[in-house]
C-alpha cells in the first residue's frame, strides 16, 4: 500500500530520492514538488486539496480522460488472468493479437501489421532499426540515413533523441548518431513571414529535396515528423507542406514515417494526423493515446511495403523488448480503442469541440499579449509577443512563457510552456462548457502575465 504522509514529507522524500525526467535538480529541491494524488474526467487534485483544469491530458495522452471504468475493469482482469507473458520464442497472447488485429482495423488501409514497444521512444527506436533492416534486406545497404527535423521531439532513448532536433539534448550525452540529419521545422512565425503560409508551406517542404540531393538519394533510408510538432511547440504546418513531402519521398523512394506518438488517436480529429494531413506513411509510431496513458505502451504500425520485405526476405529480424506485447497493457489499448468508438470521440473532436475550441482561441488573438492562436482539432498554441502587430518577441532573459505558465500552476490550470508558446492538449472528452471553463482560465493568467 501506498503511505498516508502529509504534502511535506511527500516532497521531502521526493528530492531525497526521485531523479524526476527534465528536470532542474537544484531548482525542484528548492520549490519542492506539487504532489498529484487523484484525477476524474479532465481534472486533478494535489495533496493540498487544490483542483487543478487538465490542460495537457496528462503529457498529451489522457484522451479519454481519467477515471474510465472499461479500462480499470481490463487492466484488472487482464492482471487476474494472465499478467506477463512475452511474444518471443513463438508465443502469443490473446489481448496482442486483439490489438493488432483492432489497430489494422483502425489505421489507415497500408498497415496490417505492428510491432509493439513499450514507449514512444523505443517505438523510433524500432523505426531507425526497421528502415536500415528493410533496405539491408533489399541489398541497398548504404541507405543508412534517416532525415528529421530541428526541434522535433522523437523521444529520449539514444535513437529517439538523435531523431528529435532538440539542441539541448543533443549538447548532452554525444548525440545524435551517426546518419541522422535534420532540416529545418515548418514554422511560418520563425522562417516564413512575409510569405503566403502556402507558399512557405512548398519552401519548407523542398528542404527535403535539397538535404536528400545533399547528402545523396541512394543513401537516404527515410524522413521522419510528426504530423503537428506537438513538444516543439505545437508547429502546426501550412496545408501544402505534407502533400508536398509525400511527393518528394516518392520521387526518391525514400520511406515516410509518421510519428503519431501526440497526434494519434483523435488528437486533431482524425484517428491519425497523416489522415488530417493527406499522406501516407509506410510506417506509423504510435503511443500515449493507445492507451490513454493509463499504462505503458507504444509501438509501429508496418505498412505493406515494409512488412512484406521483412516477412517474406528478411529472416529473423533481430529487435524487440520483453514488454512488446505486454498482456495487461494490451488490454487496456483494447477498452480504450473500444471506447473512443463507442463515444465517437474522433467525432467529438472533428465536427463539436474542436471548432469551438478555434472559435475560443480566434478570441484570445485579440488580446494584447498574443500574436498568434492556433489550433489542430485539441491541440493549440498561444505565441506570447511584446508588439501583436510586429510578432516582435520578448526578450528571453524575461522568460515569459514560464511566467504565464507560473500563474497557471497558481491558478488551477496546467497549460505548458514551449519557450514563449502556451500550449494545450486537453482530454478529448471535454465538453463545450468545460472549453469554455478553460479558455476563461487562459484569459484569466495571461491577464496576469500583462
Ligand atoms: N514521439 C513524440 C512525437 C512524442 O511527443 C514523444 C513524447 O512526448 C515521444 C515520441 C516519446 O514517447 P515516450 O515519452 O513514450 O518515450
Redesign the pocket.
Known sequence: MIPTRTTREWQAADSAHFLHPFTDYQSLARKGSRVITRADNIYLWDSEGHKILDAMSG??CVNVGYGQRALIDAATQQLAELPFYNSFFQTTTPPAVALAELLAEVTPPQFSHVFFAG??????DTVVRMVRRYWQVLGQPERQVIISRHN??????MA?ASL?GMAAMHEQGGLPIPNITHIDQPYWVQHGQGMSRDDFGRLAASWLERKILEVGPEKVAAFIG?PV???GGVIIPPETYWPEIQKICDRYGILLVS?????GFGRTGHWFGCERFGFRPDLM?F??GVTSGYI?L?GVMVGDRVARVLIEQGGEFEHGYTYSGHPVACAVALANIRLIQQLKLVEHVHDDVGPYLAQAFAQLAEHPLVGTAETCGLMGALLLVKDQAKLTPFDPAVGIGMVCRGHCFANGLIMRAVGDRMIIAPPLVITRAQVDEMVALIRRCLDLTL
Open positions: 503529457l498529451w514507449s514512444g521512444s523505443e517505438g523510433n522535433a521531439y522523437h523521444g529520449s532513448t529517439g528529435g510528426e510538432q506537438g513538444a510519428d503519431e506518438v501526440i497526434c509510431t503511443a500515449k505503458p507504444g
